[in-house]
């Protein structure tokens, strides 16, 4: 049975809209047969926001999931992201056109810088930014981006961004899990109303044998990823499972009843041995 659309949790942004507090991540979710019917798997269990990135090469097979599953346009929300050779005012205006093209969509829901400092701008990464930003806020103008917002951003990044943005981001897309957090940045965009989405929340796989997610999932009676998603919500944030396989899924949208104690919550904020962020500033690609 499907989930009811008025299910999903929503957090409310700076620019007024909803977005559903849980996300589907596809990331390696490779091209073809894989994705689609991750995604309309996904789509039947009850998702209703798809992130995907122009990066990933999995837009088109996406876009065909979407059409397939015969859900309304407007009770979907679509995320994806600007890639690091892209940059710029005419090439952002371009890129964006493509991926809608790829998607088969009129309009995105969300479309992020997906990195700050690619490494082939690294002397004029503000430049860039505020380049592809401002085409960006054109096409917010022009219909086709309801939200834009950026990831992998840090205060640096995001206040140099803010000299010249008309706009302010609505999103920051971070890695933050059990054991990832990054106390500055959340705390910033905390403040500005800036929706915090969690990427690899479940620890891309190295939560599932730590001894003390095991201890609580027990405890609790959920498995690890639920705990994980659990505690992603305990702190406000958008949590962006991925899995390809259909009864993880679902299981990955079966933690909202979980109540976490402050103290467990603690305890998982604070684990160790999880890989952390990279520095952006610092990034190979
Ligand atoms: P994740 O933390 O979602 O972990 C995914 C891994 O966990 C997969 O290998 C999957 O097999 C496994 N898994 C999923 N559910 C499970 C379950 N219930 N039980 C056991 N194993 C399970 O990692 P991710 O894919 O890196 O991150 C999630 C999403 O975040 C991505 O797909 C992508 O959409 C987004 N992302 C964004 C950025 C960025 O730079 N903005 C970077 C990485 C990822």
């Not at 679509?78 to 309009?107: C, F, M, P, V």
């Not at 004029?124 to 806020?137: H, K, L, P, V």
């Amino acid at each position: 049975k499907r989930m009811e659309e008025n299910e999903m949790k929503t957090y409310q942004m700076n620019n007024g809209l909803t977005i559903p507090a849980l996300g589907f991540g596809t990331y390696l979710s490779k091209d073809g047969e894989e994705v689609y019917q991750a995604v309309l798997s996904a789509l039947e269990a009850g998702y209703r926001h798809i992130d995907t990135a122009t990066f990933y090469g999995n837009e088109e097979s996406i876009g065909r999931a979407i059409q397939d599953s015969g859900i309304p346009r407007e009770e979907l929300f679509i995320t994806t992201k600007l890639w690091n050779d892209a940059h710029g005012y005419e090439e952002a205006k371009a890129a964006l056109q493509d991926s809608l093209d790829r998607l088969q969509l009129d309009y995105l829901d969300l479309y992020l810088i997906h990195w700050p400092n690619p490494v082939q701008l690294r002397n004029r990464w503000q430049a860039a930014n505020a380049d592809s930003w401002r085409a960006m806020e054109e096409m917010v103008e022009a219909g086709l981006i309801r939200t834009i917002g950026v990831s992998n951003f840090l205060v640096h990044h995001l206040e140099e961004l803010l000299k010249t943005a008309k706009i302010i981001p609505a999103v920051n897309q971070l890695r933050l899990a059990p054991g990832v957090y990054q106390t500055e940045i959340i705390d910033y965009c905390k403040d500005k109303g800036i929706v915090l989405e969690a990427w690899s929340p479940l620890g891309r796989g190295e939560l599932f044998s730590h001894p003390t997610m095991l201890a609580l999932a027990e405890k609790y009676g959920k498995t690890v990823a639920q705990i994980a998603l659990a505690w992603s919500w305990s702190q406000g944030f958008l949590p962006l499972p991925k899995s390809v396989t259909p009864s993880r899924i679902r299981e990955n949208l079966n933690f909202q009843d979980i109540l976490l104690s402050e103290e467990d919550i603690t305890a998982i904020t604070t684990i160790e041995g999880v890989t952390g962020a990279y520095d952006p500033d610092n990034i190979s690609f």
